[in-house]
């Protein structure tokens, strides 16, 4: 199978929304971190990273350069970086992004999902959906179904 993805997971938003409000918490061991909550499942590991708050789960991976409207000076890292974009642009915070990049912004209070790759997909977001469930990876072979 060749190396191990750096993101998979998925989110279920019937669950969610049978579960009420947004309730996720992250484990981290070392650079690998762990999202996890009634109906979400996120893994990462690797050069990709993972930026979790108020119901808003953000997984990148790459180099993103954004725009001076959306950038935050102060995030340590990509996913906090588009978390920051998304809280002040929306879902547009993905239209002038540069350099190569995958996120997923998964917007659990919204019921929301926005993936957006740069423009050779140098950095894949492979997905499918079934029923009310979003599973991903920047693998095709590790999207779990």
Not at 43 to 66: K, Q, S
Request: proline share 6%.
């Amino acid at each position: 199978m060749g190396r191990p993805p750096l993101f998979s997971g998925f989110v279920d938003f019937a669950a969610l929304r049978a579960a009420g409000a947004p309730n996720v918490r992250v484990e981290w061991s070392g650079a690998d971190a762990r999202v996890s909550g009634p109906g979400v499942e996120v893994r990462v590991t690797g050069d990709a990273n993972v930026a979790a708050e108020d119901g808003c789960i953000v997984v990148a991976a790459g180099a993103p350069r954004l725009d001076a409207g959306g950038d935050d000076p102060n995030a340590r890292d990509p996913a906090s970086h588009w978390l920051g974009a998304y809280r002040k642009r929306g879902a547009d915070c993905v239209r002038d992004a540069r350099g190569t990049f995958a996120v997923l912004i998964l917007d659990l209070q919204a019921g929301a999902a926005i993936g957006a790759v740069d423009r050779f997909a140098i950095r894949p977001l492979c997905y499918a959906v079934e029923g009310s469930r979003l599973a991903f990876s920047d693998r095709a072979d590790a999207v779990p179904l």
